[in-house]
């Protein structure tokens, strides 16, 4: 089993920057892919960013990519989420999730865990 804690949310205006962290307990961190997602009010859950097990491949959904950067450190069983030029419709609660496979994904059916969420909102 694996627990999950988000932190770092908060109020920013537009332009501004926000760095989450994914503080993970239980087995071993370092043996799977692990990824960002967020949901918006009335909006399905969607892919933010996810990383490779060994942090060497990250990939990114269309609408973040060159603002957000994921990272993770294995020896302090954390995950990041470097939020750069934030936009409005970047509001929502951001979900950190945990794959027990090898395969990194944007498809949120093949995470394992989830944390609980942290709300990161924007103001134009």
């Known amino acids: 089993q694996v627990q999950l804690v988000e932190s770092g949310g908060g109020l920013v205006q537009s332009g501004g920057s926000l760095r989450l962290s994914c503080a993970a307990s239980?087995?071993?961190?370092?043996?799977?892919?692990m990824g960002w997602f967020r949901q918006a009010p009335g909006k399905e859950r969607e892919f933010v960013a996810a990383?490779?097990?060994?942090?060497?491949?990250?990939y990114y959904a269309d609408s973040v990519k060159g603002r957000f950067t994921i990272s993770r450190d294995n020896a302090k069983n954390t995950v990041y989420l470097q939020m750069n030029s934030l936009k409005a419709e970047d509001t929502a609660v951001y979900y950190c999730?945990?794959?027990?496979?090898?395969?990194?994904?944007?498809?949120?059916?093949?995470?394992?865990?989830w944390g609980q969420g942290t709300q990161v909102t924007v103001s134009s």
């Open positions: 999730a945990a794959d027990r496979g090898y395969s990194v994904s944007s498809n949120p059916n093949q995470y394992d865990y």
């Open positions: 990383i490779s097990r060994s942090g060497s491949s990250t």
């Open positions: 239980g087995r071993t961190f370092s043996s799977g892919p």
